[in-house]
């Protein structure tokens, strides 16, 4: 691989070579085209860096590898060395694909690409998992995060493994049968070790974000950032083999010029799709409650493959445990429920009192529900909650079973948040590794985020918001040294969610939705019914339920039939399929 930086302003740039970590020699670059230079050929495992106009050295803005820290200089890598073992896959497109997320991290006691072996990805496709979304990946400061700070986009963090350790598990992955999603994030870059400035017009005053500097996708130089996150993206899925990427918080991409970001990026990986012969997905994550983010770009959406639907999570939510705050304020209740699963947002055009104005548009009825992710659990509805609990550490277990159910039986693609197959109740916190200042101002931050929220009223008693800071607060969200279930409860929830995905099979197709449109309706207090190819009956009451009879397919807690109906105890959950 050949040198070649995008710096439009430099009047002279100049690479630092360690190829055998001694000191560095300097060699000048060749300004060629386009604002891009050129230098020597870079051979694979040797350091590098780049001078700016005498400023400097800084990291590689494209560098795959940063294995001395964000700060510290690249590493030379040729992905076309990875000998793949996948020539067999087929692709998976992301349209109704049971997802997973996970966080790298905290998924293993070993926190690496590599410690999720074979026999993890095999168990999950045995659950019937489809897609592995790897939370963000890119290089960010300190050992342990999110991911949502990086600001080396091209590189995989070292401390997960580096290049070779993605390339490796997705070969894994496609073997056991299922995609991998990246989880990118290209609205903005974290504060800490990030040099793109140094080199060019990569972010603009002209827009504002809430972590800082607005990518610039409009203004004057706009060429380079925009190529930057297109090249990123195609890499991701023609080097790493890379089934589907979720685009961080879109909304956030603020873009003015006549074709917007997201649609370019829709038309070029549906070309690399072409060109590859396996599908490619895009996901969106959206606040705008707009249906144009998945409608074709030749009729002027964005062409995103799905968006994730928050609308339908705090709907079911807020009805499961009765939480009505912050932005769940205008949901709760059974109609808004089914709303939310009639037409994806609640907020159509309605008054959203959260947000203090009207929000968002319907989606028409013909665009197929399968492009909208929907989940009663993720990263953040956890991780940013004070105490990062899971709803399996608060719900009842029928309620857990409901929650289940009605995602991945309703119309649309749903999604897991790793641990949810079987009811896990380890928390997941919000934490990070930065230096100082950095370290403290996260930290008071963190604490200054929560207080007044209400958080007390809701966990009965005084908060102590965990340090993300503190090493004890990464350590205490791991998962354990498996993915198992260890209690009573977690092993039943386990076992539904088994007969949950053997039903899921008469609701995959389109079609099947077709003669039983999806609704939800309480027939009493506390007493849900989801209608659609699967019925799915829920009595989260203290009392038993009476209901239509039918053909019982699973059940969760105590179901009888008498006199035609079902009798449905508390705290339990019935599968009927639906009369033909």
């Not at 985020?449 to 209400?454: D, I, L, R, V």
């Not at 999806?518 to 190819?533: C, I, K, Q, W, Y």
């Not at 699967?534 to 008498?562: D, K, Q, W, Y």
């Amino acid at each position: 691989m050949r040198a070649r930086v995008w710096a439009p302003d430099a009047t002279s740039l100049s690479i630092q070579l360690r190829p055998d970590s001694s000191d560095a020699a300097v060699a000048p670059m060749t300004r060629i085209s386009d604002g891009w230079w050129e230098g020597p050929v870079l051979v694979p495992g040797s350091d590098y860096a780049y001078e700016v106009d005498g400023r400097g050295p800084f990291p590689d803005p494209r560098s795959a590898w940063q294995p001395h820290g964000v700060h510290g200089f690249s590493r030379a890598f040729d992905p076309s060395r990875h000998l793949w073992h996948d020539q067999s896959w087929g692709g998976i497109d992301a349209l109704g694909a049971v997802t997973y997320e996970l966080h790298v991290g905290t998924f293993t006691p070993g926190g690496t690409l590599d410690a999720i072996d074979a026999r993890h990805l095999s168990d999950l496709a045995r659950r019937g998992i489809q897609m592995i979304e790897l939370m963000p990946l890119a290089a960010f400061p300190g050992e342990r995060g999110w991911g949502y700070d990086g600001v080396a986009l091209y590189a995989v963090h070292d401390p997960y493994g580096g290049p070779e350790a993605l390339q490796r598990f997705v070969d894994r992955a496609h073997a056991a049968g299922l995609g991998v999603c990246l989880d990118v994030v290209y609205n903005h870059l974290g504060p800490d070790g990030n040099y793109l400035a140094q080199y060019g017009p990569y972010f603009t005053d002209a827009h504002e974000t809430p972590w800082g500097w607005a990518v610039n996708l409009d203004q004057p130089g706009s060429e380079g950032m925009r190529g930057f996150l297109i090249d990123n993206a195609v890499r991701w899925m023609r080097d790493f083999h890379v089934d589907c990427l979720r685009l961080d918080a879109v909304h956030a991409l603020q873009d003015d010029s006549p074709r917007h970001l997201l649609a370019e990026l829709s038309d070029t990986v549906a070309a690399l799709s072409a060109t590859l012969g396996r599908p490619l997905s895009l996901v969106a994550e959206s606040d705008l409650n707009q249906a144009a983010m998945v409608m074709p770009t030749a009729e002027g959406g964005m062409g995103m493959t799905a968006q994730w639907a928050d609308d339908v999570h705090h709907a079911l939510h807020a009805y499961l445990t009765e939480e009505i705050h912050g932005y769940y304020g205008d949901f709760g209740s059974a109609a808004t429920l089914d709303k939310a699963f009639r037409g994806v947002f609640v907020h159509d055009g309605t008054y959203s009192t959260f947000r203090g104005k009207p929000w968002g548009a319907p989606v028409p009825p013909e665009v197929d529900r399968r492009r909208f992710v929907v989940f009663a659990s993720n990263h953040d509805q956890v991780g940013n909650r004070a105490l990062g609990d899971r709803p399996a550490s608060r719900l009842t277990p029928g309620a857990q079973a409901a929650s289940l159910a009605l995602i991945l039986l309703g119309p649309f693609t749903p999604m897991l948040f790793m641990g949810e197959e079987y009811g896990e109740t380890r928390p997941f916190m919000f934490f990070t590794d930065h230096a100082e200042p950095l370290g403290s101002a996260v930290s008071d931050g963190r604490r200054n985020e929560f207080a007044g929220h209400g958080w007390e009223e809701l966990y009965g008693g005084d908060v102590s918001v965990p340090d993300p800071q503190d090493r004890q607060t990464f350590l205490r969200s791991k998962l354990g040294s498996g993915l198992a279930a260890t209690t009573e409860t977690q092993r039943r929830i386990e076992a539904w969610v088994a007969e949950v995905m053997t039903a899921r099979d008469l609701t995959r197709d389109p079609a099947a939705w077709e003669p039983f449109p999806v609704s939800v309706s309480e027939s009493a207090p506390r007493v849900l019914t989801m209608r659609g190819p699967v019925i799915v009956h829920a009595n989260l009451s203290a009392h038993e339920a009476m209901l239509p009879a039918g053909a019982v397919i699973a059940t969760f807690g105590r179901c009888t039939s008498a006199d035609d109906c079902l009798k449905l105890g508390p705290d339990s959950v019935a599968l009927v399929a639906a009369p033909h």
